[in-house]
């Protein structure tokens, strides 16, 4: 004989998969913490690095913390930027704060 | 009835009721789950850098202190060193060595530094380079990234064409840690001989200065005293490197938001479609059920059950994916856009996390609206006479 499954069987079903995925997620992330690897911590305090070596492209994109004011037109004045890491990276703060007139 | 078992046979029907329209139904939970998935894996993997950035950089120097000329970064003289003079709270001020090297052969930048222990950089005749375990005149400690694209191995030689256009061969003393790409992928290594060498740098001048101070407290107003002392310097402390990276992940999170909120806007139409209009059907059907008995709260709360079966479904789910995405799959949907066009890319895992304040917003953002937008027309279908709304 066939069990007849409730439709609410299904309903629950999915709420706690969600659920349990969620969960799963968030004791995942709370277990782990910011965690640093003592290795690279090592080199940045013995080697003074100021960047991390995420976008290695262009001088102002490896080390932004470093660069000019005017990183990527400091090549030429009428100099295009051309890297869309470039493109992606802050604009200064003075223009993106609203000034009192 | 027991309001379990009440609540039981309300979401049995609200299944039910679904699954007759399971088209319609499970493209809207697929999309649903799409679209927190990606909102989820922006935010997860922003946050994951931003903590990753700010923990690692926590060692940095505490004043980095570069030279300008013509507005522009220029050599620091070694007189420099003596004019800064003693600085009250200042332990140590030491010149450091870098710069960018363009390999042609690969089409890459590395990042060239001297790397010498305290002793040997004050010339102690007994200390020399390998006992140190730094590289020695002729010799390069490189990162992973070069080890790779260059095919190289310690053991191998690398060469490069100096400034002067003369070429210098290096030894591969030995290659960094892959566990350490994400600070040293691009590196390179060598004796401060070499650098000079290689990249042009007279005598008697460093690329900048790096200054220790004691209290940290005090660091603003050491700043002070430097550009007091050295007009055509510029200092850049420890918290401005760490705004650098915190504002540099905040653009970065809010331009792939923005990317993504072509997708999310087309979403939202569809899902206040759905929820704030209901079809001929879905009238009658709410019709039908106020006239065998089903009160105005009975009808509300078994469309409760509809809204938060699909929206908490799909926010937990796409949520889940989005961490194994960014957390287990290094975030390959990501990764060209936030990564850029740089030859040497560093390969690394970032730290599970959770915030809860932005899980917060995620789910105030994405199942509270959509619940609330599905109770509204239904509320106004179940408050008129169920003989005029069946007809």
Redesign the interface.
């Known amino acids: 004989m066939v069990r007849h499954v409730r439709p609410s069987t299904l309903g629950l079903g999915l709420l706690v998969l969600a659920g349990l995925t969620l969960m799963a997620a968030c004791l995942e992330g709370m277990r782990s913490g910011p965690e640093v690897n003592p290795a690279m911590a090592r080199q940045v305090a013995a080697w003074g690095l100021t960047d991390l070596a995420l976008f290695t492209e262009a001088r102002y994109t490896r080390h932004p913390s470093q660069a000019d004011r005017h990183g990527p037109f400091q090549d030429h004045p009428g100099a295009l930027e051309h890297f869309p890491t470039g493109a992606l990276l802050a604009p200064p703060a003075h223009l993106r704060v609203v000034t009192e007139p | 009835m027991i309001p379990l078992a009440r609540q039981?046979?309300l979401?049995?029907?609200?299944?039910?009721s679904l699954?007759r329209r399971p088209g319609r139904n499970l493209s809207l939970l697929l999309v649903y789950t799409l679209v927190v998935f990606l909102l989820a894996s922006a935010m997860l993997y922003s946050q994951a850098?931003k903590?990753?950035?700010?923990?690692?950089?926590?060692?940095?120097?505490e004043i980095?202190l570069?030279r300008l000329e013509a507005?522009?970064?220029a050599l620091m003289p070694a007189d420099y060193l003596e004019r800064l003079g003693r600085l009250r709270g200042v332990t140590q001020v030491?010149g450091?060595l870098w710069g960018?090297y363009f390999d042609p052969a690969i089409g890459?930048?590395y990042?060239v530094?001297v790397?010498e222990s305290a002793d040997q950089a004050a010339g102690d005749p007994a200390t020399d380079a390998q006992a140190t375990g730094d590289p020695g005149p002729g010799q390069a400690v490189i990162?992973v990234?070069i080890a790779r694209v260059r095919g190289l191995a310690p053991g191998d030689v690398l060469s490069l064409r100096g400034y002067d256009g003369r070429p210098h061969a290096f030894d591969i003393l030995r290659v960094?840690?892959k566990?350490?790409?994400?600070?040293?992928?691009?590196?390179m290594?060598i004796h401060r001989q070499d650098f000079r060498t290689l990249l042009g740098v007279p005598e008697g001048h460093f690329t900048?200065l790096?200054l220790s101070v004691r209290n940290p407290a005090e660091v603003t107003a050491v700043a002070r005293k430097i550009a007091e002392r050295l007009p055509d310097s510029r200092p850049?402390l420890r918290e401005?490197?760490l705004r650098?990276?915190e504002?540099?992940f905040?653009?970065?999170e809010g331009?792939l938001l923005a990317l993504l909120a072509g997708g999310v806007l087309a979403f939202l139409i569809l899902a206040w479609d759905k929820a704030t209009g209901l079809s001929a059907e879905e009238r009658r059907e709410i019709g039908i059920l106020k006239a065998i008995g089903w009160e105005t709260g009975t009808v509300l709360r078994m469309k409760l059950?509809e809204g938060g079966?699909i929206s908490?479904?799909?926010?937990?789910?796409g949520?889940?994916?989005a961490?194994?995405h960014v957390?287990h799959a290094g975030a390959p949907l990501f990764a060209g856009?936030m990564?850029?066009?740089?030859?040497?890319?560093?390969s690394f895992t970032l730290?599970?996390?959770?915030d809860p304040l932005q899980?917060a917003t995620l789910f105030l953002l994405s199942v509270v609206p959509y619940t609330l937008a599905t109770l509204v027309p239904v509320w106004r279908a179940a408050t008129v006479d169920p003989d005029s709304v069946m007809r």
């Open positions: 039981r046979y979401l049995d029907f609200t299944v039910a699954l850098l903590q990753k950035a700010a923990a690692l950089l926590q060692g940095a120097p980095v570069q507005g522009r970064h030491q450091r960018y890459a930048n990042t530094m790397q990162g990234g960094l840690p566990d350490t790409e994400l600070t040293s992928a691009d590196l290594l900048d790096v850049i401005d490197i650098t990276y504002s540099v905040d653009w970065r331009l059950w079966l908490f479904s799909a926010f937990g789910i949520y889940g994916l961490h194994v957390f856009v990564r850029g066009w740089s030859v040497l890319q560093p730290t599970p996390q959770v899980l």
